[in-house]
């Protein structure tokens, strides 16, 4: 059994960066591709970045490409998402995910094992 647990969430103006953290325990992260979805009300949950399993690919939604960042440390398990040039349309529950397939994928169905989630707000 895995357990994903998100951090780093908040409120910040437009413009602002955060770093988002998803620590796992359980099972080594390295097992997999790791991703980062995001959830905004009223819509459906979308895909934002995903990870390789050893780090050498990732892949983003094109409305974050160019402003943020996803990168994995297996030895402390953990996988980040660094959000820089933060706009209103980013706010959302961020959720961090683990799939037990290789490369990058960009389907919520291929991820097994996800977190409760951190709240994202932007706003000025």
């Known amino acids: 059994q895995v357990q994903l647990v998100e951090s780093g969430g908040g409120l910040e103006q437009p413009g602002d960066s955060l770093r988002l953290s998803c620590a796992a325990s359980g099972r080594a992260l390295s097992v997999g591709a790791m991703g980062w979805f995001r959830q905004a009300p009223g819509k459906a949950r979308e895909f934002v970045a995903a990870?390789?399993?050893?780090?050498?690919?990732?892949t983003y939604a094109d409305p974050v490409k160019g402003r943020f960042t996803i990168s994995r440390d297996n030895v402390k398990n953990t996988v980040y998402l660094q959000m820089n040039s933060l706009k209103p349309e980013d706010t959302a529950v961020y959720y961090c995910?683990?799939?037990?397939?290789?490369?990058?994928?960009?389907?919520?169905?291929?991820?097994?094992?996800w977190g409760q989630g951190t709240q994202v707000t932007v706003s000025s």
């Open positions: 995910a683990r799939s037990g397939l290789s490369g990058v994928p960009t389907n919520s169905d291929d991820y097994t094992y």
């Open positions: 990870i390789s399993r050893y780090g050498r690919i990732t």
